[in-house]
């Protein structure tokens, strides 16, 4: 796989995270940067996990599967990448951090949220597995950039409120579903 394929994949699973990044810095009435970085770090780390748990099981999947690997790949990028589309066309109300809600940075609620916004990335980790490619680079580059996104993600949620969150989301399902066509188009020799 490409660098630049790596990188697309790693912006494309990277846009869940700045949505809810730019959602949480809307939510506070002042932005402290510790708490961006904190974020950065939760959600860039269980994007680099998630890849690997699924690469890990693929593998153990992949003599029973290998003569469709390349379809499992096209579906598992595709459906990924459509439950960004229709996520980000749904209407999501959105209610201020207080008593009654806990505000986003704290740990607990930032452990669900990374964990909410990387399972799309253990799909792509189990596609990683059926492509036969090593896991190290992908795996640093969808968490450094998935860190690097959800901090500008932040900052830009405290200056702009939610005019980039669903645009962003609708985006990064166009990228994962155009690889996974390419990934298809790619082995039926199409390209």
């Known amino acids: 796989?490409?660098?630049?394929?790596?990188?697309?994949?790693?912006?494309?699973?990277?846009?869940d995270a700045f949505a809810v990044a730019v959602a949480s810095g809307a939510a506070m009435k002042r932005l402290r940067l510790p708490?961006?970085?904190?974020?950065?770090?939760?959600?860039?780390?269980?994007q680099a996990l998630m890849p690997v748990l699924g690469w890990a099981a693929g593998l153990s999947m992949k003599d029973a599967i290998s003569g469709w690997d390349h379809w499992i790949a096209f579906t598992l990028l595709s459906l990924v990448g459509g439950k960004m589309l229709y996520e980000s066309f749904r209407f999501k109300e959105e209610e201020d951090c207080g008593a009654e809600k806990p505000c986003p940075f704290d740990t607990g609620t930032l452990t669900v949220l990374a964990i909410a916004?990387?399972?799309?990335?253990?799909?792509?980790?189990?596609?990683?597995?059926?492509?036969?490619?090593?896991?190290?680079?992908?795996?640093?580059?969808?968490?450094?950039?998935?860190?690097?996104?959800s901090v500008a993600g932040v900052k830009l949620g405290s200056k702009c409120?939610?005019?980039?969150?669903?645009r962003m989301e609708a985006a990064g399902g166009f990228i994962l579903i155009a690889i996974g066509f390419k990934v298809l188009a790619g082995h039926l020799g199409l390209f």
Do not use: N, Q
């Open 1 to 15: 796989m490409k660098v630049f394929e790596v990188l697309l994949i790693a912006l494309g699973l990277s846009m």
């Open 161 to 166: 409120g939610h005019f980039f969150e669903h």
């Open 117 to 149: 916004t990387s399972i799309d990335a253990l799909a792509v980790g189990l596609t990683f597995s059926m492509l036969r490619v090593s896991i190290i680079a992908p795996v640093l580059t969808i968490g450094l950039v998935t860190f690097a996104m």
């Open 35 to 46: 708490d961006a970085l904190k974020m950065g770090l939760f959600f860039g780390g269980f």
